[in-house]
Nanobody, 123 residues
Framework: QVQLVESGGGLVQAGGSLRLSCAASGRTFSRYAMGWFRQAPGKEREFVAAISWSGGSTYYADSVKGRFTISRDNAKNTVYLQMNSLKPEDTAVYYC????????????????WGQGTQVTVSS
């Protein structure tokens, strides 16, 4: 079992940056693949990024590729999402997720989820 708590959301102007953090409980964090998802008002939840347990493999949605970077620090039980060149369409609640199996894309439904953190990008 792993519990996830996101932080770092907020209001930023278009073109700005934010770094989201997701702190995980438990001693088995390094066994989990981690992902970030987001859900905008009136839209379905969508995959943003994923990272393997070792950090050696990363995957991104086309909409964020080149602007967002996922990383992890297994010593700190934390996964990050660095978001640069933010656009108004990035506005959403961002969720951290964990699963023992790494997948990516819209078909991936991880087992464990955080409560989400709001990101708002103004134009």
């Amino acid at each position: 079992q792993v519990q996830l708590v996101e932080s770092g959301g907020g209001l930023v102007q278009a073109g700005g940056s934010l770094r989201l953090s997701c702190a995980a409980s438990g001693r088995t964090f390094s066994r989990y693949a981690m992902g970030w998802f987001r859900q905008a008002p009136g839209k379905e939840r969508e995959f943003v990024a994923a990272i393997s347990w070792s950090g050696g493999s990363t995957y991104y949605a086309d909409s964020v590729k080149g602007r967002f970077t996922i990383s992890r620090d297994n010593a700190k039980n934390t996964v990050y999402l660095q978001m640069n060149s933010l656009k108004p369409e990035d506005t959403a609640v961002y969720y951290c997720a964990a699963d023992l199996s790494l997948r990516y894309g819209s078909s991936w439904v991880p087992v464990h989820w955080g409560q989400g953190t709001q990101v708002t990008v103004s134009s």
